[in-house]
């Protein structure tokens, strides 16, 4: 039988997930058959899920988080949605407000949730309307959503604003800094707990953090979020779980707890000034070339290239992909060198 050969991430320009730091590869082996969904039969995986969780905590600028290691964004996304939900279990019609750019976990939550989603405009640079916004909420809402790092563009929402329209409703606040986050503390950026009352947030050492997947994570300000969607486990040592997912594997949670022992802060930073000055200069090389392109705020560069040679370079075996508008999209993973991204332009001088 011909055994398949593991994908290498070498013309892979479109995801926002990368190949795994060593140690996070060697952690996440160690206690892959351990279940953090049971911690008090699993103590050391669940202590290093408290770890995980304080690193994340001093990430986002939040002393004392409440939260855990999920599957990923979508998981993280959907719990901030069911917290808030049981929360204002008086609003009998609950609906989110959240920017169109939001990622389409929201769509889902609002699916499994039996919530309404409104999506509203973005402004001509591609940030959540604040006007749009103010419309958008009403006395039943019971969430505002801000993204901090777009899946399309990389754009930071006005989240301090956001805060503010939510909380003067009686809503949450949440931030989606899924790919974001571990690029944002470089930043000048307003979008952490420290810089706005922000109730929960979404952060997944699964992408930039550079652990193994899956390891998202998700945080709340308040010990009452967490609580919220506590269920009860009669048959297990530990009297409630919070989580989406009850079995687990702790292999996300070593992983990023590894990753960012070893990353966090400096190789983080080191590799956000890496990732923005690669993202620069391939937008000035595609802009040379006389192709329209949106100015990067993080490491992501879109840009208008014709169909046909998009197509002529998804033939070339490049893994790109194209914003909801057609445009190509490149995200500056740790993966990605300014080698692959020359050669991806050799290709491109070719193909157009």
Known sequence: MQRSVPQTFDRVLSSMCTEPHPAARRAAERYLATNPGD????????????????????????AEPHGYV???????????????????????????????????????????????????????DHRADLSAVRAAVDEETILVVGVAGSTEFGRVDPVPELAAIAHDAGAFCHVDAAWGGFLLPFTDHAWSFAHAPVDSLT?????????????????????AGLDALAVETPYLES???ATLTGTRSG????????????????GYRREYD???????????????????????????????VPEPAFDALREREWRISR???GLLRVVCMPHVTRGTLS??????????
């Open 343 to 352: 050669s991806f332009l050799s290709d491109l001088d070719a193909v157009r």
């Open 251 to 266: 292999a996300g949670v070593a992983s990023a707890a590894a990753a960012m022992d070893e990353l966090w802060p400096d």
């Open 70 to 124: 999920t599957s990923g964004g979508t998981e993280a996304n959907v719990q901030a949605v069911r917290a808030a939900r049981n929360r204002l279990r008086d609003r009998t019609n609950p609906n989110v407000v959240a920017p169109e750019s939001a990622h389409f976990s929201f769509n889902k939550a609002a699916d499994v949730l039996d919530v309404e989603l409104r999506l509203v405009p973005t402004d001509e």
């Open 203 to 223: 952060v997944d050492p699964h992408k930039c953090g550079q652990a193994c997947i899956p390891a998202g994570g998700l945080l709340f300000r308040e010990r």
């Open 239 to 241: 009297t409630s779980q």
């Open 274 to 304: 890496r990732a923005s000055a690669l993202a620069d200069w391939f937008a000035d090389e595609l802009r040379e070339r006389g192709f329209g392109v949106v100015d990067p705020e993080l490491p992501l560069v879109a840009a208008e």
């Open 39 to 62: 911690p008090s039969t699993y103590t050391e995986v669940a202590a290093l899920e408290a770890d995980a969780v304080d690193t994340l905590g001093e990430i986002t600028s939040l």
């Open 323 to 325: 914003t909801a508008s």
